[in-house]
């Protein structure tokens, strides 16, 4: 191995162990894994273990903000904006500008900043960090919540702004007096830029769903993900030709993909190469750290994080409250906005390159974005505790009971076959939310007359799983033809998310009994209440009275469940368990009246060879 592989083998491995470590360590004393990373990549940078180049690590770390990018991009469906765009660009819109400016004003006169400076601060250190905000809600099993929307729905607007900030930062720098005086070349760069934006929108409106259909179809997984990585990239280097912004490029692909039957296999499938590299980015800041100037500037440093943070939360309590959030829930949504977020950490440098910043003033910047997302967490927990007694002084009078009549639960429905889409025209009749899985691509298409939510993807996935939301919904409901494929399913559920209601397809009798076995909440073989129907109008075909049918079918589905309960208990074969060779046959849940008789040779023959091998 030559010296420069082996320096980028050291590298690679020092980084590895460093996201595998950074991670428990940091969870375990409660804070965002974000810090963990922070303060791994100065222990493993120059004045630590020194293991890389911290230069050449943030030109590859940088790929992890164009996925994130991506991502947010691929989330922001028209439709879903549209349903929360009073929360969205009401009360996003409020808490980014108020912070900004308070922010800015502060960096004016508190600290002698330039307009184009504290406007840039400002900007950054009032956006929110989103996967911080989330994973504390979402610990509190919160999103869900009134105010658990209104903090998604105001980190939704934070990232939308992200975009349109990355394109003013370098318009806010003073460019060469040449670029400025040279009307052509402005003009050809915008016609450039505008070129590139076309080519993107064409081809995600009118090639990718198609691309994206044929390998679907193919089954190859690994030419999905090669796919979705070309798309991100390919947007992202053609807006970098164009003089624009990498992340814009990747924010465009996203959002002309929001709207696929294929966005969540792409996201499931980009997600782990997103979480990799943002953790090497978050490194790569942590290594670039002047832990010399902030050494100097300590004090200074905390009293800054508590203005960051009061300011913040007072602005965000006020919003929630002038819409009528109740304080307790309010002070929780205040506190989970306080860290600074991941483009701090982008806006920062990038201020610093486009000559906004200086350079102490960035490294302080950056340190005092790291030390709010150690406080705000830990400001969180606190909060937590102390809500219920806040919640209880600031109670309202009891209200009179609520109206239900319009409530509808949410369901997810994995396997969209006959038996699926039988279960989803039930709940959709009664007006529940239906979310459908399937890797099926003709189920997908039929799907999209049914007016459910539809994700494409292996529902035996983790990932798509919670891409689809299985952590939010009331009931998941295993629809799948195949027992291997629905156990596999029954487990990881289980595992990950325990609290999920369970409610699973069964193949036969011994398939009901594996999934007794393992928890689920409701389980039905697929044939049973269709012979039982069927059982019933037949009797009635025969004369029998549909009260006199219905009583037998009755006592036939008690009779049955009390066997498969003895069988659970005692082994499918009760009493002869100890054969675990033979065959499992069905048997007669009611003593017959009598023989089985033969009606011509090739029965009678069977029936003599079966007598003989019992006897």
Known sequence: MH?????????????????VIAVPVARRLGFSPVVGYLLVGIAIGPVGFNVANPTVVSTVAELGVVMLLFLIGIELKPSHVLSMSRYIFGLGAAQLLVT??????????????GFAAALVS??????????IALQLLGERGDLAAPYGQRTFSILLFQDMAVVPLLALVPLLASGP???????????LKALGAAAAIGVIVVSGRYLLNPIFRVLARSGAREAMTAAALLVVLGAAGLMQLAGMSMALGAFLAGLLLSESTFRHEIEANLDGFRGLLLALFFMSVGMSLNLAVVGEHIPALMIATLAVVGIKSAVVFSVFR???????ESLLAAVALTPAGEFAFVLFPLGLATGILKGPQADLLIALAALTMIVGPLLFALVGRLAPKIARRTAPPEPAPDDFTEADGSVLVIGFGRFGQIVAQCLLAEGVSVTIIDNDVEMIQSAGRFGVHIYYGDGTRLDVLRAAGAEQVEVICVC????EVANRIVDIVRSSIPNARLYVRAYDRVHSMDLLRKGVDYEIRETLESALAFGGRTLEALGFAADSAAARIADVRVRDRRRLERQLEEGIFAADDLWTKRKVEPEPLTAPEKKARPINPEAQDI?????????
């Open 177 to 187: 007096v040449e670029t400025a005086a040279d009307p052509t070349a402005t003009v």
């Open 100 to 113: 900004t400016t308070l922010f800015a004003l502060l960096a004016v006169f508190g600290l002698g900043f």
């Open 122 to 131: 400002g900007a950054a250190l009032a956006i929110s960090g989103t996967a």
């Open 607 to 615: 029936l003599t060879h079966e007598t003989e091998f019992s006897g």
């Open 3 to 19: 010296g420069e592989d082996h320096e980028l083998f050291i590298a690679a491995l020092a980084f590895l162990c460093a996201a």
């Open 322 to 328: 002038h819409d009528n959030i109740a304080p307790a």
């Open 480 to 483: 799948v033809d195949d027992k």
